[in-house]
């Protein structure tokens, strides 16, 4: 397969960037987005150019690590899979693809395709967790029951891995899903009711801070998500937001 | 945004429930008018809470335009927005400031009158003429009037059809900010698509039917 990438190229956070096209050839269907791009680096390795930088690590859909915004759409054309997981049979001989990063205030470019998701960290610090003593008395989980439908639906907010593509997908760059997930996963479980009224309000808190854009209910980030996690969490995160603000 | 537009929704229908009675009976057009136009607590009260909602609205929708377009400083060279979302849902701004050039023409075709005839020029008899208490109400012979000019009613089904575009994703898009999903959102969905076509419609096919029967003058 012979292809035509256009790359966002910027030399570190500071540099203004461009769009650098790449002709590759050689390329199977059988090979992964990332694999495609190792294949380009080589030949840049090769010719004593700087290689493409970009996210990877697990290779395997469960790290959150890739990102790629490509041909417009974040993790590609494919859906529920992650950049790593998306096949080259997806394009066609001759193709253009356009890769870009995932673009949002809160999330700035570090070198080329690679941008700082830290933010992510930082609201899921601001409350996505729940304090337990560990000093040797600590109650097993499994001793308090939960309903089977809420732990189902804690489970799959639970799947968020936190790639960002939700930001990227939106045309607001809001971190609504994502944060609606962390707060969905403890929110549903008895666990996390003690420390539920300031765990909202300080991840909604951090997440303003971090400059991401509002929900307006676009959608798109449900459909884009790899891991198909519900706008369910939205509603759900904005009625515990509702209640914790009346609850002071 | 989202409680502003709810109000909103609700007015809508409030507003088509009267407009309609002018296809229907000319006489419960004028009676219903006449009590809106004069009711000590619809225009003391509710009138300003309505004005404030419409201003609150707009005033909202550009506060979360400008915070969401400053979340994303540098702009995609490629971006689908299509494969995910509907247009309607990524163009609310464009579809609203459309809705709000129309309330400005609307303001200047009905409210501006009115409020210069009852409370500047004093006349609350709501009658053709003041001083004919035979005359009848004028209340449907002036919107009769307004809807004489072909561009007018071009502006007005435009301005409507752009309404129906915004309330597709606005009303449904509402019950989610709140925090309404469950068992019954899917229904409530389906009310709110079914609103969102049919009372904008129902504006058209008044202004229409205004337009093509016209009182013999």
């Not at chain 1, 394009?91 to 070198?111: C, Q, S, T, Y």
């Not at chain 1, 997440?207 to 996690?229: H, L, V």
């Not at chain 2, 007005?156 to 309404?180: D, K, T």
Request: glycine share 8%; with cysteine; proline share 3%.
């Amino acid at each position: 397969m012979k292809l035509t990438l256009k790359i966002w190229r910027q030399a570190n956070a500071q540099a203004k960037g461009q769009m650098v096209t790449y002709p590759i050839d050689g390329i199977e269907g059988d090979m992964s987005f990332l694999e495609m791009l190792d294949v380009l680096n080589e030949d840049l390795i090769n010719k004593g150019e700087e290689p493409v930088v970009f996210d990877h690590d697990c290779r395997e859909g469960i790290c959150g690590s890739c990102s790629l915004q490509i041909n417009g759409e974040p993790h590609g054309p494919d859906r529920l899979v992650t950049t790593c997981q998306l096949h080259m049979r997806m394009f066609n001989d001759g193709d253009e693809i356009v890769i870009e990063p995932f673009r949002a205030k809160a999330f700035p470019v570090i070198k080329d395709l690679m941008v700082d998701r830290s933010s992510f960290d930082r609201i899921q610090q601001a409350g996505g967790y729940i304090s337990v003593n560990t000093s040797g008395n600590t109650i097993d989980a499994n001793a308090i029951p939960v309903e089977k439908e809420d732990a189902d639906d804690s489970f799959y907010a639970a799947t968020c891995i936190g790639c960002g593509a939700c930001v990227a997908a939106c045309k607001n760059a809001s971190a609504m899903l994502f944060t609606s997930a962390k707060i969905s996963q403890y929110a549903l479980l008895p666990q996390g009711q003690v420390e539920a009224t300031t765990r909202v309000l300080n991840m909604v808190e951090q997440m303003d801070k971090e400059g991401f854009g509002n929900c307006t209910n676009t959608g798109a980030c449900e459909i884009e998500c790899p891991k198909g996690i519900s706008l369910e969490n939205i509603a759900r995160m904005n009625r515990e937001y509702l209640s914790a603000s009346l609850e002071g | 945004m989202a409680l502003s537009g709810l109000f909103l929704v609700f007015f809508l229908g409030q507003h088509f429930t009267i407009n309609v009675t002018s296809v229907i009976s000319p006489d419960t057009f004028n009676e219903w008018s006449h009590f809106m136009g004069t009711n000590l607590l619809v225009q003391a009260v509710l009138q300003p809470i309505l004005i404030f909602g419409v201003i609150f609205h707009f005033v909202m929708g550009f506060i979360l335009e400008i915070r969401n377009r400053n979340a994303r400083a540098i702009k995609y060279k490629s971006y689908k927005g299509n494969t995910n979302s509907t247009w309607a849902s990524r163009n609310m701004i464009i579809s609203g400031l459309v809705i709000l050039a129309f309330l400005g023409l609307h303001f200047y075709d009905f409210w501006a009158p009115e409020m210069n005839i009852k409370y500047f020029k004093g006349d609350m008899s709501g009658l053709l003429d003041p001083d004919d208490v035979n005359s009848g109400f004028r209340y449907y012979e002036e919107l009769v009037h307004k809807f004489e000019s072909p561009i007018r009613v071009g502006i007005y089904c435009l301005a409507f059809i752009l309404l129906a575009v915004h309330l597709w994703h606005g009303f449904a898009s509402s019950f989610q900010s709140v925090g309404f999903n469950n068992k019954y959102s899917k229904a409530l969905k389906g009310f709110t698509k079914f609103y969102a076509v049919a009372i904008p419609l129902g504006f058209i096919f008044i202004a229409l039917y205004l337009h093509f029967n016209q009182l013999p003058h």
